[in-house]
């Protein structure tokens, strides 16, 4: 089966454009996540939908970062404007289930997209 | 609220020699535990995970894993390393109990095999 897709892989723009990231999740999973993955971390959950709806999204810079998953399928990340801090990996992952069954799920991550903010 | 620590940022071992990659947790109620793989350039993969059950947790790649509720471990092994198990490992951790269920990764370790 065809595993996550991402687009673009890479990004680089300068502090204060804006930029957006696509995901397309693994066909028949509910639940999508985006990870911020700064060098030298560990991914960091950003936002997790189950289906069309957010399941949590605290963790979210929500002062310029956007996201949204139209129709329960394809997801777009989104940084407006974009600061020097963002420069990172973003990973989009999927599972199958959602819930309390969704929790013990394997993520499936896409390549991720590199972003360099200058 | 939950944390991983991975306390080694390298492991370096002679390839045919085991392995044990640490992690430790914390979560209020009962761990969901992982195990992911990433290689360079590339996405998380997924390698072994504990949810209950036998505290052993066999995995891809020759790789198990050993659940320890007494010491809060979920530390990673492999009996005879190979040069292309180099990668970097990370731990996560979900909790059973709360309201979001937020995985939790911990900062990675660096596994170098040499040959």
């Known amino acids: 089966e065809a595993g996550v897709a991402q687009s673009p892989r890479y990004k680089i723009i300068e502090k204060r454009q804006s930029v957006a990231f696509w995901c397309n999740p693994i066909?028949?999973?509910?639940?999508l996540y985006w990870y911020q993955q700064i060098l030298g971390q560990g991914p960091k959950l950003l936002i997790q939908f189950q289906n069309n709806g957010v399941v949590d999204d605290s963790q979210l810079p929500k002062d310029r970062f956007s996201a949204e998953r139209l129709k329960g399928v394809d997801s777009t990340l989104k940084i407006q404007p974009a600061k020097l801090e963002d420069s990172a990996v973003y990973l989009c992952?999927?599972?199958?289930?959602?819930?309390?069954?969704?929790?013990?799920?394997?993520?499936?991550f896409g390549p991720g997209t590199r972003l360099l903010v200058l | 609220a939950q944390s991983v620590a991975q306390p080694e940022d390298q492991v370096n071992v002679a390839e045919g020699n085991p392995l044990t990659v640490k992690c430790t947790y914390s979560?209020?109620?009962?761990?969901?535990l992982f195990w992911y793989v990433q290689y360079p350039n590339r996405g998380l993969q997924f390698l072994l995970k504990y949810i209950t059950g036998d505290n052993l947790v066999k995995g891809s790649y020759g790789f198990e894993a050993e659940f320890n509720k007494s010491q809060t471990s979920f530390h990673l092994k492999k009996p005879s390393a190979l040069v292309s198990d180099s990668a970097l490992y990370f731990c996560a951790v979900r909790d059973s109990r709360g309201g979001s269920y937020i995985p939790t990764f911990g900062r990675g370790t660096s596994l170098i095999v040499h040959p």
């Open positions: 066909s028949g999973h509910a639940t």
């Open positions: 992952a999927s599972s199958l289930g959602g819930g309390l069954a969704g929790v013990q799920e394997t993520q499936y």
């Open positions: 979560v209020s109620g009962n761990p969901y």
